[in-house]
């Protein structure tokens, strides 16, 4: 569906050119995209072997060649899409995704959707556990069998904090990431990179890039896309965190939260 750098280990996995749909009405269909390349890509609906609609989408350096863009659409509510990412014409990658149908068309019809949250995949070692690689590859597989409408991505697709050898606050590990003394100590931009960085990593792990494209996902975040129990101690909301919570949430909307509203 989409390229990614094949690897069972947290450190070498890679997102490469990938197109991910979003929340939809029955006419507006929000896609997210990252590049290789940086500038204007294509956003094409395939609709029957027959483009229905197109735009373009913007991958920014800042967003670090992600970018979120709205398909106009006619005639279109309730189809199974596929949309392709392009770039001066060429296909690069594809997805899939169910359009919402007009309101009432689908009331005595059985839809099916799927629900997920905690991803965090890899053993202690930042290897990719057999067990989760299996579970994903299957999740995805179930959604293209069951012809899943969308699936609620509940939050903690992705974790700074775990694997803990591998944890952003771990100090040996941070150093040797050599961005500073600590995250916390890091302004809100470098931890937006940082963030982004790690947010390719769990989205390429070869299992949920597959869920990815297999249907419509609407995420949401929880406590681990910024640290375990996050927003619970009084600490938290003080200006220690404040450069952590704003650029978590930079390279939050950047990866996710781009596809969660027209």
Not at 144 to 153: I, N, Q, T
Request: charged share 25%.
């Amino acid at each position: 569906s989409f390229p990614t750098r094949r690897s069972s280990d947290l450190e070498d996995l890679r997102l490469g050119d990938a197109v991910i749909a979003g929340v939809s009405s029955s006419d507006r269909l929000r896609v997210w995209a990252h590049g290789r390349e940086a500038g204007r890509h294509q956003l094409r609906a395939i609709l029957n072997q027959r483009c229905v609609a197109e735009a373009e989408v913007d991958l920014s350096e800042d967003a670090n060649r992600t970018g979120a863009a709205t398909l106009e659409l006619e005639g279109c509510a309730g189809e199974l899409l596929e949309v392709q990412l392009l770039r001066r014409g060429e296909p690069l990658a594809f997805c899939r995704a169910r359009v919402c149908p007009e309101e009432g068309a689908w009331e005595n019809r059985r839809v099916s959707f799927a629900v997920a949250s905690c991803h965090q995949p890899f053993t202690e070692e930042g290897k990719l556990h057999p067990a989760s690689a299996s579970m994903l590859a299957a999740a995805g597989e179930q959604c293209e069998r069951d012809d899943v409408a969308f699936a609620l991505l509940m939050g903690d697709q992705l974790y700074t904090d775990a694997p803990e050898s591998k944890s952003l606050f771990n100090p040996e590990y941070f150093a040797s990431l050599r961005e500073g003394e600590s995250i916390q100590a890091c302004s809100a931009s470098a931890v937006r990179k940082i963030l982004q960085r790690r947010y390719e990593r769990f989205m390429a792990v070869p299992g949920f890039a597959k869920l990815l494209a297999s249907t419509a996902t609407v995420p949401t975040p929880d406590d681990h896309e910024f640290i375990d129990n996050f927003g619970t101690h009084p600490d938290h909301g003080t200006q220690a965190w404040a450069s952590f919570k704003d650029g978590a949430l930079q390279a939050y909307w950047d990866y996710q939260g781009s596809r969660a509203s027209l």
